[in-house]
């Protein structure tokens, strides 16, 4: 059972940038595909981006040219999540999941595997 680890997380201001780590224990990114969330205070948890084990590429639509996901492709164990062009309503706990699945990946039913979160806080 792969383990998750989230790192990256802070204080930005509007504008700013953050790359944000997930580190898997156990298998390499190659075998899952993994899959990144936010929620934030009295939210429901929200798709962010996908990386289907197969290569495919999702984002959101709030998202979608401003946050980019890539592997490490030294270590194979580490996904990237680069935030750029941060706005306040980026602020939330961002939560990276793995599954084994390349269907529904938008749909945070479909990750059997999660990471403790990592906050991020983008001031105005």
């Known amino acids: 059972q792969v383990q998750l680890v989230e790192s990256g997380g802070g204080l930005v201001q509007t504008g700013g940038s953050l790359r944000l780590s997930c580190t898997a224990s156990?298998?390499?990114?190659?075998?899952?595909?993994v899959g990144w969330f936010r929620q934030a205070p009295g939210k429901e948890r929200e798709f962010v981006a996908t990386?289907?084990?197969?290569?495919?590429?999702?984002y959101s639509d709030s998202v979608k040219g401003r946050f980019t996901i890539s592997i490490d492709s030294a270590k194979n164990t580490v996904v990237f999540l680069q935030l750029n062009s941060l706005k306040p309503e980026d602020t939330a706990v961002y939560y990276c999941?793995?599954?084994?699945?390349?269907?529904?990946?938008?749909?945070?039913?479909?990750?059997?595997?999660w990471g403790q979160g990592t906050q991020v806080t983008v001031s105005s």
């Open positions: 999941a793995a599954t084994e699945s390349t269907f529904y990946t938008e749909k945070s039913q479909t990750y059997d595997t």
């Open positions: 156990g298998r390499p990114w190659s075998s899952y595909t």
């Open positions: 990386r289907r084990w197969t290569g495919g590429i999702n």
